[in-house]
């Protein structure tokens, strides 16, 4: 199984900071790497594809990079609405597996 | 408009069988992969199990084989999860989830809980 492990697990900042949050898998998974947001009391909704490509509906404050075993979702000026838990979830090999999850929150 | 709708859930003992049914409306269901995501109370999502189209391959999580089977019946667009021997710790929001080309999730149900206690 393939071990998703995101970084931090927490993360408590001011509205329009710069969010970084980290994902590394225990083995290569390519591009196979996908994002989700979900709000308190809501279902995940997708964020990122294939570790990059961005989803329509979705501001352009919110990006992907990486491949192989480190990824990074990057929110660039947050949003009070973004405060959310953000997962990171791969596709290369079942059984698929998601990171813990990183929450964040305003200051 | 692509629709998920989960239920079947409820409040079981342990030991005992429950199962799962997703109603699935706006998209051509026998083309497409599905999968269960299941989310403790304040924890994290795992990803529980998934179907190919025609259902002729399934996966599934360490934590739920050889007790759970996931099936589907393209002639009704719904998709079960047959869950025996229920534990404590599958108790849990289940989540409907369609996968697009087999990889992201782009269509999420609501969820239904399973809450199995004594």
């Known amino acids: 199984e393939i071990v998703l492990t995101q970084s931090p697990d927490f993360q408590s900042v001011t509205p329009k900071d710069k969010v970084t949050i980290t994902c590394r898998a225990s083995q290569s998974i390519g591009g196979n790497l996908h994002w989700y947001q979900q709000k308190p009391g809501q279902s995940p909704k997708l964020l990122i594809k294939?570790?990059?490509q961005s989803i329509s509906g979705v501001p352009s404050r919110f990006s992907g990079s990486g491949s192989g075993t480190d990824f990074t979702l990057t929110i660039n000026s947050l949003e009070p609405e973004d405060v959310a838990a953000y997962y990171c979830h791969q596709s290369s090999t079942f059984p698929q597996t998601f990171g813990q999850g990183t929450k964040v929150e305003i200051k | 408009e692509v629709q998920l709708l989960e239920s079947g859930g409820g409040l079981v003992q342990p030991g005992v069988s429950l199962r799962l049914s997703c109603a699935a409306s706006?998209?051509?269901?026998?083309?497409?992969?599905m999968t269960w995501v299941r989310q403790a109370p304040g924890k994290g999502l795992e990803w529980v199990s998934g179907i190919t189209g025609f259902g002729g391959s399934t996966h599934y999580a360490d934590s739920v084989k050889g007790r759970f089977t996931i099936s589907r019946d393209n002639s009704k667009n719904t998709l079960y999860l047959q869950m025996n021997s229920l534990r404590a710790e599958d108790t849990a929001l289940y989540y409907c989830?369609?996968?697009?080309?087999?990889?992201?999730?782009?269509?999420w149900g609501l969820g239904t809980l399973v809450t199995v206690s004594s």
């Open positions: 989830a369609r996968p697009y080309s087999n990889a992201y999730f782009d269509h």
């Open positions: 706006g998209f051509p269901f026998s083309s497409y992969a």
């Open positions: 294939y570790a990059s």
